[in-house]
């Protein structure tokens, strides 16, 4: 063959090596995870292990009050955004591997324990879409109508419950509703009503049973059973602030990453410097602990020696270190300004909290509170593991 | 350049692009496991997501009551061999990563907190040995010495715990000692001694708070609490056979994958048909259920309503499914001849259990008990997903 030729063909292998062997480096999942960068509209995706970013994705939009869940596989992370974006982020290639606008404002989400569908709960239009986790194309949409004007709740703290179920919450109609999507497309739903004033949120136990929704409109907590859905609806830690005149609350508490460790619950009071403490066998109050501020996220060490809790302005920027056995705060740190999210590393021995306006995430030994790392990232919000994809209620 | 030249660069960057190209397949680790194949010294990596085989690796020697555990990054399985061999298994190419002869004889191990440190633990000779999870090489024997006339005792019951410890028992010495790898070099090891009479397995709770050993001298088991080993060790089960016949006992209970749902755990009664309910909160007996036959495994679905059971000979044909509400079996199963090991996946919505004369897994729905799948394998024994590298305790 001509010289030409042959160079020609030359040439395109060489450009064929470049672009077939220019993929990312091979490496497991379980040790990732994803940092928001609220501000930017970006994520920063994190090696735990060797505690550095690994890159950094553009361009999911409105990431205030986001959140997000992981795919079973732990390769894909499913970002919530605040302006009903969801974006299917690939963690090895450090892209956009698809997004929607499923929504006009949205808070978060969930993956169904087979990990086949994720849910979006919406505040506008009021509602939980389910889409498929692999094409994100929508599977069925189910509004949260009630009454009889037509209206639509803001829905919040969507959670996952085995049996592929979802259970959400209606703010505006104080319900609390029960998707079983075993057929995706026909979900059966059961609806709680009159579960109290203004459900601001919810979680689900470590083992899928208990469903509390935390109210704003009244003093104490709703729960359902969800092993015996047919006792109805509990109210729980009743009138916990009686007599006793409610702070102005500046931040709404999360109870998703909430405390449970061993027999007992730690939760947020809210509008007070509080943490109640819940005994799971009798969901009546064990006790409080004073601390620092008004909490906004109260998470246990994952060996639940530990419960650390950050705070609502004007505190917001403490963490206090609560040791379950002595019942009180055992440990200060000031990891810097508006910490709004702490994440435990899958066995626990390292925190990863997040100084939005420090623009940095502190790494702390949890054994000798020791700093091992900061990492700089564009006030960060949200900090979250692939280790959750093998949780129920996360 | 002459034609030739031209014609060789050709081929070699042809061959450049072949070699360079043929990586495996950018994917997750999350939702990969690994079958042991006892019988030809083989594992089989599964996806549980497709459930399928992706790859089979071969040459890991005397595979017979095998077991793993997986790197941080859920990449690597470290595969403890009966013949000492440690084997470091790269899930994603398929391959040995590294391999080395550790012991003469071998009987499992673990890997530390921070995900640094692989033990293995050793009959002969007897010891633990602490390996580097990067390369394998040896960090530190702790050899099992006991008594004054320089015996050395076999050692089971290994498990991890947070604060970077690991925890053991000597089945000859009946003591259980607990060795803080913090400074890996210069471990140092606390000693509890006559704990009981033949310690045979050792498990440790979700929590990584209480380590139980297993008696196989006596009726009952030896318990540490590891947030106060001051406290000493404190028999609890004891004489739970008292004035009854044992059963000849063909085949050791497993206590390292056990059943903790919610307040209650679920163990294995040796020589007897019966899995005995400890109340974890007292540590007392709290009740015990009739099942098939010995009892080898009880392992908890992970949102603990059902505990799973398979049985020493000659019942190792059938699988019981106990209802922790009613405290009875409600299902029995048959999945096939010598059931060796179950295994959830990580939110436990399946189980994949190994028939090893069968030569079979079979995969099970845990919510209707319908086979979701078959999968053809060499005596099949262990079944471990890579979800419990995120786990304390296994």
Known sequence: MGIRKIQSTLLAAALLLLTACAGPVLRGTGDLGVIIERATGSVQIVDSSKLVTISSVKGLGDLSHASLVYSRDGRYAYVFGRDGGLTKV???????????????????????????LVAAQNYAPGGVKVFSAETLELVVDVPSSYGDAGLRSKVVGLA?????????????????????????????????????IQPYDGLITPNGRFYLAGLFGEDGMALVDLWHPE?????????????????????????????????????????????????????????????????????????????????AFPDNGNVDVIDVEKRSVVKQLAPGK?????????????????????????????????QRSVLAAESPSGIFFTSRAARIGF
Chains 1, 2 share one sequence.
């Open 90 to 116: 690939d963690l090895l290639r450090g892209q956009i591997e698809r997004r929607v606008m499923q929504a006009g404002n949205s808070i978060g989400g969930a993956i169904s324990q087979d990990g086949q």
């Open 160 to 196: 996952d419950a085995p049996g592929n179920r979802f259970v959400w919450s209606l703010f505006d109609a104080g319900e609390i509703w029960v998707g079983d999507f075993s057929e995706p497309m026909k979900p059966r739903i059961e609806k709680f009503k009159n579960i109290g």
């Open 231 to 311: 006792q109805g609806v509990r109210r729980i830690l009743n009138g916990y602030g009686k007599g006793e005149e409610k702070l102005p609350v500046f931040k709404m508490p999360h109870l998703r990453g909430w405390a449970v460790a061993g027999r007992y619950a730690y939760v947020p009071a809210i509008g007070r410097h509080e943490v109640l403490i819940l005994d799971t066998e009798t969901w009546l109050e064990a006790g409080r602990i004073q601390v620092a501020g008004q909490p906004v996220f109260v998470i246990a060490r994952p060996d639940g020696r530990q419960v650390w809790v950050n705070f």
């Open 338 to 370: 508006a910490v709004l999210h702490m994440e435990f590393t899958p066995r626990g021995e390292a925190v990863w909290i997040s100084a939005r306006d420090d623009n940095r995430v502190v790494v702390y030994d949890t054994a000798n509170f020791a």
